[in-house]
């Protein structure tokens, strides 16, 4: 899943209150997931020495999101 990160666009780091980070942020969207699909990325993450900034869970139905995740290499 890591190979679907992108650079955060400067309004979302705006939206969430990211423009003070001082380094890159990056983004990885998953669309219509489960929560444990969430979970996974997140863990993924931490063990690739990422800090996580900021998740956003919006909920499609039950159990199932559209999860964004933004982070910085650590």
Do not use: P
């Amino acid at each position: 899943m890591l190979e679907n990160k992108t650079l955060a666009k400067d309004s979302d780091l705006e939206k969430y209150h990211l423009t003070d980070v001082g380094a890159e942020v990056f983004v990885i969207k998953l669309f219509k997931v489960i929560e444990e699909r969430c979970d996974e990325l997140d863990y993924q993450l931490e063990e690739e020495g990422y800090d996580i900034l900021h998740q956003e869970y919006i909920r499609v139905a039950t159990s199932i999101y559209n999860y964004e995740v933004y982070f910085l290499i650590n």
